[in-house]
């Protein structure tokens, strides 16, 4: 019974001490980016899209979301009209993507406005 214990104490320790972060970009789902990197809808965004928007925006859309973006072209013509504006706002405000949910965290917005500022890149 004691090796039991004992296992079970060193199992708890190293989760511990491993499941800890050092900064708020170790929660996010957002790769480093470079200086000077584009950014691309594959590499970046997608990621981004997926994890935080297909719940409801999937192909049929659901739980009232009017379109959906579950590749790049819908993606870009999101991006095109309101995405950035949606997304940028706070969780209170009306309008507020994801719907529901928290704010994205601000180095995923940040990411949406590059990637639209270079210019929609797909690859």
Not at 79 to 106: F, H, K, T, V, Y
């Amino acid at each position: 019974m004691k090796k039991g214990t004992f296992l079970i104490a060193v199992i708890v320790t190293i989760l511990a001490f491993n499941c800890s972060n050092n900064s708020e970009d170790d929660l996010t789902d957002v790769s480093p980016i470079q200086q000077g990197e584009l950014i691309t809808y594959t590499e970046h965004i997608k990621p981004i899209i997926d994890n935080n928007c297909v719940f409801c925006h999937d192909n049929p859309p659901v739980n009232g979301a009017p379109n959906s973006l579950v590749n790049y072209e819908d993606v870009k013509a999101s991006a095109e009209n309101n995405l950035l504006d949606r997304i940028s706002r706070q969780a209170s405000e009306s309008g507020a993507m994801p719907l529901g949910g928290p704010r994205l965290p601000q180095n995923s917005i940040d990411l949406v406005e590059q990637w639209i500022a270079d210019g929609l890149l797909e690859n």
